[in-house]
T-cell receptor, first 113, second 108 residues
Framework: DAGVTQSPTHLIKTRGQQVTLRCSPK?????VSWYQQALGQGPQFIFQYYEEEERQRGNFPDRFSGHQFPNYSSELNVNALLLGDSALYLC????????????FGPGTRLTVT | RKEVEQDPGPFNVPEGATVAFNCTYSNSASQSFFWYRQDCRKEPKLLMSVYSSGNEDGRFTAQLNRASQYISLLIRDSKLSDSATYLCVAGTASKLTFGTGTRLQVTL
């Protein structure tokens, strides 16, 4: 039973650049949520995708955007990177729309220099 | 004020001890509650869901008090392998809100 996978594992970008992170949900799951976790903090909700649409969004600027594909995989895009965007980006999958048990992938560690 | 508040710790306990973590949430619209465990530089892993009736999974017991907006986690007979950060989570609609976590260190 394949768990949640994310790519890449690590990424180093320069301020002002754009980045795309990828996530494949756990087998049988159809909902993907994205979180940002800064050092020493809990994960902060970015947005959730269900049926290829953004269903709910946290307090993140429009520089953060996403997409969900028909196979339920998802991408997170961040434009005009800032130093403060350096964090662990976590993808979580669940079954169905709503607040259900979410299972996390290993994350992508983004460093912005 | 943070939506989910936890004591950051660290809690340093000897092996075999019982330790309790508490958490409060501010959004009364929260519908679902969880405890996650996170090891250093790893992803959070679901430990257990939390219900008003309380639930137990082996050495772990979780409790929810909706009136007080309070969630607890009790770990009995602590093992070295329990050392981790424990994240308290409250969910509304599609969104999970995490606390900053409580760090537990179990020692010999």
């Amino acid at each position: 039973d394949a768990g949640v996978t994310q790519s890449p594992t690590h990424l180093i970008k320069t301020r002002g650049q754009q980045v795309t992170l990828r996530c494949s949900p756990k087998s049988g799951h159809d909902t993907v949520s994205w979180y940002q976790q800064a050092l020493g903090q809990g994960p902060q909700f970015i947005f959730q995708y269900y049926e290829e649409e953004e269903r709910q969004r946290g307090n993140f600027p429009d520089r953060f955007s996403g997409h969900q594909f028909p196979n339920y995989s998802s991408e997170l895009n961040v434009n005009a990177l800032l130093l403060g965007d350096s964090a662990l980006y976590l993808c979580a999958s669940s079954l169905g729309r709503g607040v259900y048990e979410q299972y996390f992938g290993p994350g992508t560690r983004l460093t912005v220099t | 004020r943070k939506e989910v508040e936890q004591d950051p710790g660290p809690f340093n306990v000897p092996e075999g001890a019982t330790v309790a973590f508490n958490c409060t949430y501010s959004n009364s619209a929260s519908q679902s509650f969880f405890w996650y465990r996170q090891d250093c530089r790893k992803e959070p892993k679901l430990l257990m869901s939390v219900y008003s009736s309380g639930n137990e999974d082996g050495r772990f017991t979780a409790q929810l008090n909706r009136a007080s907006q309070y969630i607890s986690l009790l770990i009995r007979d602590s093992k070295l392998s329990d050392s981790a950060t424990y994240l308290c989570v409250a969910g509304t609609a599609s969104k999970l809100t995490f606390g900053t976590g409580t760090r537990l260190q179990v020692t010999l």
